[in-house]
């Protein structure tokens, strides 16, 4: 069966199924003048045909188009809420657990490498924490020093005197303080002999086992007690010199 519809905006007529009509609720759209309007009001005339025409639609008329959906089912009362757009991404739990389990071990690398590096300070505000840490570096091949701040060391007195026993050798007296709340290690001094012009004629660099040799180096490595001093006394030979002064002031290699 094929019906006839009137456009009233232009008076253009169509041809149009029922089951276009019934589709839609009657309404169409004008395939001329693209006027909306309701085709069953607008019918005409029926015509009866046969054979393939009766199905053909007509390529003059627009009918509107809806999507429809059929409504989702109602959700269990433990069943999740995914997104559509989601649910071909996410993973499933095998999966989502490695990644988990990978995480953890990145943290806890991160966390031990982070220890690793600030093994000392933590040394210092955790004097508990010394022990395990001693422990790990010796496992990992690393040293557990003692501080090394400078700006926290001091040297309260020095001396450069010619030793009376001996010609041509000097010797050099100094106290060194350790100003810090902590133990630190022992520092390196750096000594200048200068000439009558103050110009610099040797220099010379100290480490802890060369002013401090009688010491051993395990009471060596335990450092300067906080607040406390180091007594040190280091003889040169001056028999090629003719130095009349010197400088000295310590740091850390």
Known sequence: ?????????????????????????????????????????????????????????????ALFEAARKPMPAPLAANEDIVPEFLEEELAPPSQRRLWGLGALLALAALTLQVMLIYRTEIAVVLPEAREPLATACEWLGCDLRLPRKPELMAIESSDLQADARRENVIVLNAVVRNRAPFAQEYPALELTLTDERDQAIVRRVLAPQDYLPAVAAARRAQGIAAGAEAVLRVSFDNSRLRAVGYRLYLFFP
């Open 1 to 61: 069966m094929t019906l006839t519809t009137r456009c009233p905006a232009c008076a253009t007529a169509f041809r149009v199924q029922p089951g276009q009509l019934s589709a839609r609720g009657g309404k169409v759209r004008c395939g001329k003048c693209a006027a909306v309007f309701d085709g069953v009001a607008g019918l005409v005339e029926a015509q009866a045909q046969a054979g393939p025409a009766e199905t053909e639609p007509s390529p003059q008329l």
